[in-house]
Structures are given as C-alpha cells and as structure tokens.
C-alpha cells in the first residue's frame, strides 16, 4: 500500500520497465514515508490503438513514451501528493528518459478497512499493520 498501476504503450525493455518500477518506488517511499517493502506495482502495456492519452486541452505533447500512473492509496496530504506528482517527473526524466509531458498521474483514495494484505483480513484494522 500505495498500489501503483501503470499504463503504458508496448515495446519497452524488461530493463526499461523495471527501472520505471524501481524509480517509482523510490520516490513513493520518499514522498509517502511508507516502509521500503510496502511495494505493490501492476504494468499493462498496451498497442497504440488500444490506449488513447490526449491532454485535455492543456497542449501537452505526448509521445509513445507516455505513462499514466494511478495510485490508489490510503489518504494523502496535498504537500505529499504535489511533491509525489513533482519528484516522479524529475526522477522518470532523469533515469528513465521520459518526459515530463509523458506523465500523467491520478490518486483513488481509499480508507483502512479497503485492505486486506493477505489471510483474509483486514490488517490496518486488526492493528497488524
């Protein structure tokens, strides 16, 4: 938890996603101050005619480097979620070569009582967690 879903286009390398991953994470843990284990990533890949990421009309440039993240996540500060969305654009640019303009990012919230990490039950409520 934070569980991070990523939409892409197809043809990135397994090296490629997992550094994409890997930055991801680093930033979450560091936006978030979650537990570096607290690690839950899904990629889809998808053909150019099965994904249409336009810019709202904001002129934003998109290119087949485009990733959408969503993150659904237990509630966050505006703080925490501006300095999320302004460290994964520098950190995508700067080690995955992905411009800024290819990112596009959107948060689900969600309460403790929406997980259940395994065993059939709810940790954060259990206290487990």
């Given amino acids: ?9 197809e043809g990135r390398s397994d ?10 994470h680093r930033v979450m843990v560091e936006s978030f101050k979650v537990p570096e284990r607290d690690r839950y990533q899904i990629v889809n890949e998808h053909r150019p005619s099965r994904m249409i990421a336009e810019d709202t009309g904001l002129n934003i440039p998109r290119s087949n480097n485009f990733v959408m993240i969503q993150i659904t996540t237990r509630p966050r500060t505006r703080q925490m ?3 999320f969305y302004r460290r994964m654009v520098e950190e995508l640019e700067k080690h995955c ?27 954060f409520l259990t206290k487990e967690l």
């Fill in 1 to 9: 938890m934070p569980l991070l879903r990523f939409e892409l286009y």
């Fill in 15 to 24: 090296q490629e996603l997992k550094t994409l991953l890997d930055t991801a």
């Fill in 81 to 83: 979620k501006e300095t």
């Fill in 97 to 123: 070569g992905v411009a800024p303009s290819d990112v596009m990012m959107s948060f689900v919230t969600n309460t403790d009582e929406d997980w259940s990490f395994g065993l059939g039950r709810a940790q």
